[in-house]
């Protein structure tokens, strides 16, 4: 059973920055998962920020171009998303996330997640 622990969430003001972690265990081996950062506002549908798949593909959401970094420690089992130029709309509970099957951003197709890491912009 793959476990995710996510930190590093808080609460910064317009045009800060904040990097988020993700401590990945129970499985042999993280190079066999994708993973991935999702985030999800009050009223609204988990969205997909970035991904990075097994094989170091990197897929990041158009809103997150240019001001987010996904990374990946596979000696650490650990995923950083790297946030700068922070926006109010930036705002959620960010989710880390991994899979073994899709390589899309489509919540409801990832199997593994952690409990979440509020991130909060203020102007």
């Known amino acids: 059973q793959v476990q995710l622990v996510e930190s590093g969430g808080g609460a910064v003001q317009v045009g800060g920055s904040l990097r988020l972690s993700c401590v990945a265990s129970g499985y042999t081996s993280s190079t066999h998962y994708h993973m991935a950062w999702f985030r999800q506002a009050p009223g609204k549908e988990r969205e997909g920020v970035a991904m990075?798949?097994?094989?170091?593909?990197?897929t990041v959401a158009n809103f997150a171009k240019g001001r987010f970094t996904i990374s990946k420690d596979n000696a650490q089992n650990t995923l950083y998303l790297q946030m700068n130029s922070l926006k109010p709309e930036d705002s959620a509970m960010y989710y880390c996330?991994?899979?073994?099957?899709?390589?899309?951003?489509?919540?409801?197709?990832?199997?593994?997640w952690g409990q979440g890491t509020q991130v909060t912009v203020s102007s």
């Open positions: 990075i798949a097994n094989d170091g593909r990197v």
């Open positions: 996330a991994a899979t073994q099957g899709t390589r899309s951003l489509i919540a409801r197709l990832w199997n593994y």
